[in-house]
Nanobody, 123 residues
């Protein structure tokens, strides 16, 4: 089990950028696939992006391709989400999550979750 704490959310104008961080506890962070998900009010939690344990493989939702970039620093037990060219429809609570094994995009596949950080994009 790993404990996750997100940070970096906030209010930004459309077209702006934010960088989210997710700090993980535990010595086995480097073995986990990490994912970012988001949930807007009244909507289901949706996949945003995931990264394999080594960082060699990444998968993006079509809605964020070309705008968001995931990365990880296993020495710092941290995964990052750089979000550029933000749109009002990106407004949501963003969660990071961890799982063992292959990169998957379904929330139910992830075992450990952070508390979330709010991202609000104004038009």
């Amino acid at each position: 089990q790993v404990q996750l704490v997100e940070s970096g959310g906030g209010l930004v104008q459309a077209g702006g950028s934010l960088r989210l961080s997710c700090a993980a506890s535990g010595r086995t962070f480097s073995s986990y696939t990490m994912g970012w998900f988001r949930q807007a009010p009244g909507k289901e939690r949706e996949f945003v992006v995931a990264i394999s344990w080594s960082g060699a493989r990444t998968y993006y939702a079509d809605s964020v391709k070309g705008r968001f970039t995931i990365s990880r620093d296993n020495a710092k037990n941290t995964v990052y989400l750089q979000m550029n060219t933000l749109k009002p429809e990106d407004t949501a609570v963003y969660y990071c999550a961890a799982k063992g094994g292959a990169v998957l995009t379904t929330p139910a596949s992830y075992n450990d979750w952070g508390q979330g950080t709010q991202v609000t994009v104004s038009s």
